[in-house]
T-cell receptor, first 116, second 115 residues
Framework: GAVVSQHPSWVICKSGTSVKIECRSLDFQATTMFWYRQFPKQSLMLMATSNEGSKATYEQGVEKDKFLINHASLTLSTLTVTSAHPEDSSFYIC????????????FGNGTRLTVT | GESVGLHLPTLSVQEGDNSIINCAYSNSASDYFIWYKQESGKGPQFIIDIRSNMDKRQGQRVTVLLNKTVKHLSLQIAATQPGDSAVYFCAENIQARDSSYKLIFGSGTRLLVRP
């Protein structure tokens, strides 16, 4: 079964509104989670590393004020897309490692965001 | 910057044949590599991994080969089945300056299995 769960699996929102995506690790604690974005027919691009109890680390070119990440517990990280625009429409995927650093990441099933 | 790329964007094979998916990486300091399978509308699924102290690793119907000299990875799928149809990504684990790790994905290869 899945070890990382995302919710919702899809969401449609109007331009200018904010959307929150949840990522949960099931049956294990994840001090670090990773958020990726994937546009159609493209690869996964790392957006940020979510660290439990501290600030997220964002990749170059990713706006931290637009993509708010909160990792308040060892099993939950949230990504909030603020003031969403149509160009933010994408497939957002979170991941976590059971074994820690330098070991396989397990991915959630993603959230399809459509901004109208 | 570091990047992981693929030679073939689409691979079409006959059911029952073997498939070989290739990947080139550019960071010679990388020591851990992973292959993922992604089906439409789903997150990537772990297939197999390999560390740089190995040049070959086998799983069930899959084999990963690592050639550090030319910075090349390949994924071999034996007796390809229709259920193998998906997009395959190689990924490279890169260590940042603060000693944290992040996984960087290649551009992907779509595998199509003909019945």
């Amino acid at each position: 079964g899945a070890v990382v769960s995302q919710h919702p699996s899809w969401v449609i929102c109007k331009s200018g509104t904010s959307v929150k995506i949840e990522c949960r690790s099931l049956d294990f604690q994840a001090t670090t989670m990773f958020w990726y974005r994937q546009f159609p027919k493209q690869s996964l691009m790392l957006m940020a590393t979510s660290n439990e109890g501290s600030k997220a680390t964002y990749e170059q070119g990713v706006e931290k004020d637009k993509f708010l990440i909160n990792h308040a517990s060892l099993t939950l990280s949230t990504l909030t897309v603020t003031s969403a625009h149509p160009e933010d429409s994408s497939f957002y995927i979170c991941s976590a490692s059971i074994q820690g650093l330098n070991s396989p990441l397990h991915f959630g099933n993603g959230t399809r965001l459509t901004v109208t | 910057g570091e990047s992981v790329g693929l030679h073939l964007p689409t691979l079409s094979v006959q059911e029952g044949d073997n498939s070989i998916i290739n990947c080139a990486y550019s960071n010679s300091a990388s020591d851990y590599f992973i292959w993922y399978k992604q089906e439409s509308g789903k997150g990537p699924q772990f297939i197999i991994d390999i560390r740089s102290n190995m040049d070959k690793r086998q799983g069930q119907r899959v084999t990963v080969l690592l050639n550090k000299t030319v910075k090349h990875l390949s994924l071999q799928i034996a007796a390809t089945q229709p259920g193998d149809s998906a997009v395959y990504f190689c990924a490279e684990n890169i260590q940042a300056r603060d000693s944290s790790y992040k996984l960087i994905f290649g551009s992907g290869t779509r595998l199509l299995v003909r019945p």
